[in-house]
């Protein structure tokens, strides 16, 4: 994972404030009445801590939170995003305001907690297929509300993204070859209805579709549910004319076996789905 994979995946600044607004809102409504009980203009010191191994996710909006609540909180990292954490590992020290600390507590770890949890699944995966050229892909499988964020989690664990949503990428499905007639007539109306230069996938469900579609000119070809020996078996008859991604059934354990079968792509829909939350504890000292 390169720093520059991380800037391109982080969504801007603007976008990142509004989802954080959003959140907030859900949290705080008309106001923190528990918070009214602490003094208005005290200060506090605050540590958070990673109680597991994970891989760390988020800071983006973790600082968000507070910013928005007091702008003179101060955070300071011992960990970037992207980085192995060890149980016990401290993360940030945070400096300010007692009621807007304990009033964004929570928001801001839910975020840190949930792509962090994203991001560590990720980097199992990632570290599962090391040494085989294939790229891990996430899916738009996603928590509502989270696309971006999780996307961005994904890339941090040292996978890939696939397309974000609707608008960016075509995917040919089953029912977009029948609506179209065949998978050629699919492919030549993707072509026409879209500007030139986007990526344009087909999925296919067995060797006689593969054929059709890279007869059809397909460059990119989803290989979905198929067993490892027709993996092999698709690899050799694409030799190159397409890059080939492998979905459907894919586990922790048995991915490696489908890395080694040649393909290019693997996507993985339980990297977003499948999110367990990282245990991270906010101390106030």
Same mark, same amino acid.
């Given at each position: ?110 975020? &840190?907690?949930?792509? $962090?949890?994203? %991001?560590? @699944?990720?980097?199992?995966? *990632?570290?599962?297929?090391? =040494? +085989? ?44 070859? &029948?609506?179209?007639? $065949?998978?050629? %007539?699919? @492919?030549?109306?993707?072509? *026409?209805?879209?500007?030139? =230069? +986007? ?44 890059? &080939? ?41």
């Amino acid at each position: 994972m390169r720093s520059s994979d991380l800037e391109r995946a982080l969504p801007s600044p603007e976008r990142i404030r509004e989802q954080v607004r959003i959140a907030l809102a859900e949290d705080l409504g008309d106001g923190d009445l528990t918070a009214a009980l602490i003094d208005a203009v005290s200060e506090a010191d605050v540590r958070v801590i990673c109680r597991e191994p994970a891989v760390l996710a988020g800071r983006a909006w973790f600082e968000a939170v507070f910013r928005q609540l007091d702008p003179a909180i101060r955070v300071s990292w011992s960990a970037a995003d992207g980085d192995r954490l060890e149980a016990g590992q401290p993360l940030c020290h945070l400096h300010g305001n007692t009621r807007a600390l304990l009033s964004g507590e929570r928001t801001a770890l839910n975020y &840190l907690q949930t792509l $962090s949890g994203t %991001a560590t @699944l990720a980097r199992r995966y *990632a570290d599962a297929v090391a =040494g +085989t050229g294939v790229r891990i892909l996430d899916t738009r499988k996603t928590l509502p509300g989270l696309r971006l964020q999780q996307k961005y989690a994904v890339v941090c664990g040292g996978c890939h993204n696939h397309r974000v949503g609707l608008y960016d990428a075509v995917l040919i499905k089953e029912n977009h070859i &029948l609506a179209a007639g $065949s998978i050629a %007539a699919a @492919l030549d109306a993707a072509r *026409a209805a879209t500007p030139v =230069g +986007t990526e344009i996938e087909i999925e296919v469900e067995d060797l006689d579709e593969l054929d059709q579609a890279l007869a059809a000119g397909a460059r990119r070809v989803l290989l979905d549910n198929f067993d490892l020996a027709a993996l092999r078996q698709a690899v050799s008859r694409n030799a190159g004319r397409a890059r &080939l991604e492998a979905s459907g059934g894919v586990t922790l354990e048995g991915i490696r076996a489908i890395a080694e079968t040649g393909v290019d792509d693997i996507s993985v829909g339980a990297l977003t789905k499948d999110v367990r939350a990282i245990d991270l504890s906010m101390r106030f000292l």
